[in-house]
């Protein structure tokens, strides 16, 4: 248990940070989720412009500190080419 008022304050600054980026990763998950989506329906045009907006969150996830920059750079290389394949 904290005893000092600075590790008290520390806790609820962790708590707060966390909460934060849980919804930033969780709202990048949805953005790549509705690429895949779109690639399983097989329809292009839905998928690249999916893509498009998935990839400024992904880089923003980096920028942010909540996801790591080689993660973002495969996970952008790996669904870049689920859509070119279409």
């Known amino acids: ?6 590790a008290k304050k520390r806790i609820r600054r962790n708590a707060n940070r966390a ?43 980096v920028a942010r500190g909540v996801l790591h920059k080689n993660t973002v750079a495969r996970k952008m290389s790996r669904l870049t080419r689920r859509v070119g394949t279409l």
């Not at 248990?1 to 600075?6: F, I, K, L, R």
């Not at 934060?20 to 990763?25: L, P």
């Open 19 to 61: 909460a934060i980026n849980g919804a930033r990763v969780s709202r990048i998950r949805s953005f790549i989720k509705k690429v895949e989506a779109a690639c399983e329906a097989g329809d292009k045009e839905a998928a690249a412009a999916a893509l498009k907006a998935a990839q400024p969150e992904m880089a923003r996830g």
């Open 1 to 6: 248990m904290a005893n000092t008022p600075q």
